[in-house]
T-cell receptor
Framework: GIQVEQSPPDLILQEGANSTLRCNFS?????LQWFHQNPWGQLINLFY???GTKQNGRLSATTVATERYSLLYISSSQTTDSGVYFC????????FGEGTQLTVNP | GAGVSQSPSNKVTEKGKDVELRCDPI?????LYWYRQSLGQGLEFLIY????????KSGLPSDRFSAERTGGSVSTLTIQRTQQEDSAVYLC??????????FGPGTRLTVL
């Protein structure tokens, strides 16, 4: 099956810093989504981005399908950005990466 | 409008018992997904329903797991003869075909 790798596995930032999270996948995919799982476990859809670039406030994402990766950018991070960020791809099967645990300290 | 709802929010059961977990998707969403998330882990795909098509059951870990979706709306995930390794948060999501998924709050299952 398709392999999804996210990096880094853990990231600690000071409030106000910028960061880039990466999602690599091993095969062609039809769809790709980025999610934020808050400390209470709720998964929130951030971007539905099979290709191209999207922006929503301080967050933006870029997927380069031909090179099999996607990037999530977080600018001016806030403590409320803390949590786990997952990418999910839809190929032969729906597959989540293992996530990036982000901690933003005040 | 209402989001995806799941019930119960928490379920504690004894090893060997059967459990049923319920998911109410967003009205009009034709696709429904079940996942499970073990403590500190990523999400594991279980099963996918799309409209009247045969479900994709490729993620179900054993024949003790089954799911149905009645009337194209509500779905029930059933785990028979529960084992301790079944303990996890079971998450349901729904979507319009090919569009972004919306997740419910999950059911935390604990098998003693």
């Amino acid at each position: 099956g398709i392999q999804v790798e996210q990096s880094p596995p853990d990231l600690i930032l000071q409030e106000g810093a910028n960061s880039t999270l990466r999602c690599n996948f091993s095969d062609s995919v039809n769809n790709l989504q980025w999610f934020h799982q808050n400390p209470w476990g709720q998964l929130i859809n951030l971007f539905y981005i099979p290709s191209g670039t999207k922006q929503n406030g301080r967050l933006s994402a870029t997927t380069v399908a031909t090179e099999r990766y996607s990037l999530l950018y977080i600018s001016s991070s806030q403590t409320t950005d803390s949590g786990v960020y997952f990418c999910e791809v839809s190929g032969s099967r729906l597959t989540f990466g293992e996530g990036t645990q982000l901690t933003v300290n005040p | 409008g209402a989001g995806v709802s799941q019930s119960p929010s928490n379920k504690v059961t004894e090893k060997g018992k059967d459990v049923e977990l319920r998911c109410d998707p967003i009205s009009g969403h034709t696709a429904l997904y079940w996942y499970r998330q073990s403590l500190g882990q990523g999400l594991e795909f279980l099963i996918y329903f799309q409209g009247n098509s045969a479900p994709d059951k490729s993620g179900l870990p054993s024949d003790r797991f089954s799911a149905e979706r009645t009337g194209g709306s509500v779905s029930t995930l059933t785990i028979q003869r529960t084992q301790q390794e079944d303990s996890a948060v079971y998450l349901c999501a729904s979507s319009i075909l090919g569009q972004e998924q919306f997740f419910g709050p999950g059911t935390r299952l604990t098998v003693l």
